[in-house]
């Protein structure tokens, strides 16, 4: 089966088919880990599917976690066996068959701070959750719990700082790309039948003359022309947009979520000397010190969040929390100036009801998810978390169809591997003569294998028929000029952000947002995607406006300030679609 490309002309051509064609059987609005999760259940049980996303794919909470496929030892201690078993069911089944290119092992250090009584503590909650993880696996994917004294963690994270802890134990978790997920999940759903197009707003749902809702009117926010898709169930996944998107039906009850902000910074990787990732536990949140390729990543809070929902961004406050928070068990203590990147993104928290009064403590909010009919027709999933969006995905089709349909066409998403795992392991077996071919160190091509898996074929067939784009960017040696392209014409790039955010991550990978290669990558995707000069230079702008932006509200001491200080900065449709006057 060929793979399927998500060039700006098939996103055109599924709109078409989607307002044009028969009526669907699943109509999912929301294009994050959910949506696009959704949309592969319910297509490879031989419904006919659409997706659409206001924004590009991933676009909001999906692309900003902390990168982390795992069952959270947080709620492990908080007695949420089901949710943690779930999750660890899940992780195994990414890392060992799902998605085995994307989705790596990662060691963590949970330091111990009391020297006789915590030890045999956290021994026994690790082993249940390396427990947990293992039944029912065919293959256990990941070692078993190491026990370290000081000298040990020393050995393992040399800046470590001294009487920060007594000992630690090491545990396994797993670690992704999350933006580069979300796209491989809808591109495999393409590949089997599903309408995907990005960048497109449900704005109404239209319903019968019974109240049942019957599809969906969406614009295309790139023409702002309107289309009506027909469809015999619409299902929300839009995360903390939740509540708006359930008020287009006017439904009277529904799904009630809290956005709760997380931060995360980025440290180049020789500034932390370690071999493996730290969880600390603060009296907000979790933080990890998360080994991540050329990097580290730092995160990350867990606060209430009221601002405009679109682009969150981090405070002065935020950054500086994280550093201080770092710095209680670093020996060489991180400043401001050590901290090349920052992101931010927000979780929608589902709520037991209305939130009466002052701010919930989201960080006793449970991830797991609820799928309900908020109205005829129209079927609402909030909470859960990264890792368990499969199964989110199959209750939300299995509700869909109904408890008796269901049973006759079961999900088959546990046996679907997602596109670029077929033949991932027989290639990475061949990386030695791949990299030959291309004059590619074994660096590039394990860069390259991480995020194509066995698609690396269409990164090599761009370079067979255009050598040039085999070089690396020169201001972001890290990612090929192929890969830039790539993202074009077989992802979905519609805007030079879109390049920057989600198919690489150049925006908070490389100091300066990654302006030095800005010229390149819009020269590359101005080929690509037909941009003239006019058009070439309003995407340039408008990402060097975004950058400022974003380090103002960086400096600013709170989240008003800081929403404040981003919203300067005009939206990229605002400068390359102008209003007619």
Not at 174 to 195: C, E, N
Not at 323 to 344: K, S
Not at 361 to 383: D, F, M, N, W
Request: glycine share 8%; proline share 5%.
């Amino acid at each position: 089966m060929a793979h399927p490309a998500l060039s700006s002309s098939e996103r055109d051509r599924a709109l078409a088919e989607l307002s044009d064609g028969p009526e669907l059987d699943v109509l999912v609005v929301g294009g994050g880990i959910t949506g696009a999760g959704i949309a592969l259940d319910a297509v490879t049980r031989g419904l006919r599917t659409g997706i659409v996303e206001a924004q590009d794919w991933a676009g909001g909470t999906s692309q900003w976690s902390s990168k982390l496929v795992h069952g959270g030892l947080r709620y492990l201690q908080q007695l949420d066996f089901k949710l943690v078993s779930e999750a660890l069911r899940e992780r195994e089944l990414l890392l060992d068959f799902l998605a085995p290119h994307l989705v790596k092992p990662v060691p963590f250090l949970y330091p111990l701070t009391h020297r006789f009584w915590e030890r045999p503590y956290v021994t026994a909650g690790i082993g249940l959750y390396d427990a947990l993880a293992h039944i029912g696996a065919k293959v256990a994917t990941l070692p078993y719990q190491r026990h370290y004294g000081f000298k040990g963690v020393q050995r393992v994270f040399p800046d470590v700082k001294p009487g920060s802890m007594v000992g630690a134990v090491k545990y396994w978790d797993g670690q992704v790309d999350d933006a580069r997920l979300v796209l491989t999940i809808v591109r495999t759903a393409v590949r089997y039948g599903a309408l995907a197009a990005s960048r497109t707003r449900a704005v109404d749902f239209p319903k019968d003359d019974s109240g049942r809702v019957v599809g969906a009117t969406v614009r295309d926010l790139e023409t702002g022309a309107e289309h009506t898709v027909r469809a015999r169930t619409v299902i929300a996944a839009t995360g903390v947009w939740t509540e708006q998107t359930q008020d287009l039906a006017h439904a009277e009850g529904g799904l009630k979520v809290l956005a709760s902000k997380g931060i995360h910074i980025i440290v180049p990787r020789e500034r932390i000397r370690g071999e493996s990732g730290l969880i600390l536990q603060t009296e907000k949140s979790v933080l990890f010190i998360i080994p991540w390729a050329r990097y580290w990543i730092i995160g990350t809070t867990d606060t209430p969040y009221h601002q405009e929902l679109v682009n969150p961004v981090a405070t002065a406050e935020d950054i500086d929390y994280v550093i201080d928070h770092a710095n209680v068990v670093l020996d060489r203590p991180l400043t401001r100036e050590d901290v090349i990147g920052t992101y931010a993104g927000l979780r929608p928290l589902l709520q037991p009801g209305t939130k009466k009064g002052g701010d919930a403590q989201s960080t006793k909010i449970s991830r797991e998810h609820t799928v309900t009919e908020v109205a005829p027709g129209l079927i609402s999933i909030a909470g859960g978390k990264l890792t368990t969006y499969r199964v989110m995905a199959e209750d939300a089709v299995d509700l869909a169809l109904g408890r008796e349909r269901a049973r006759e066409v079961p999900s088959v998403t546990d046996r679907t591997p997602l596109l670029g795992a077929e033949g991932f392991l027989a290639l990475s077996h061949q990386a030695g003569t791949l990299g030959a071919r291309y004059d590619w160190n074994q660096e590039r091509v394990q860069h390259l294998l991480g995020r194509y898996g066995s698609a690396i074929t269409e990164i090599a067939e761009l370079v067979e028929d255009r050598p040039d784009l085999g070089r690396p960017l020169e201001g972001a040696p890290a990612y090929l000029r192929a890969e830039i392209v790539h993202a074009c014409t077989h992802e979905g790039a519609l805007h030079l952000e879109d390049l920057y955010d989600t198919r690489t991550r150049l925006t908070w990978e490389q100091a300066r947002h990654g302006l030095d290669a800005v010229e390149e990558i819009a020269d590359l995707a101005a080929e690509a995607l037909g941009w003239d000069g006019p058009r070439r230079e309003a995407e340039v702008e408008a990402y060097r406006l975004r950058c400022a932006a974003e380090d103002a509200a960086a400096r600013a001491a709170d989240d008003t300030a800081a929403a404040a200080a981003r919203a300067a900065a005009p939206d990229v449709l605002e400068l390359v679609h102008p209003a007619d006057d």
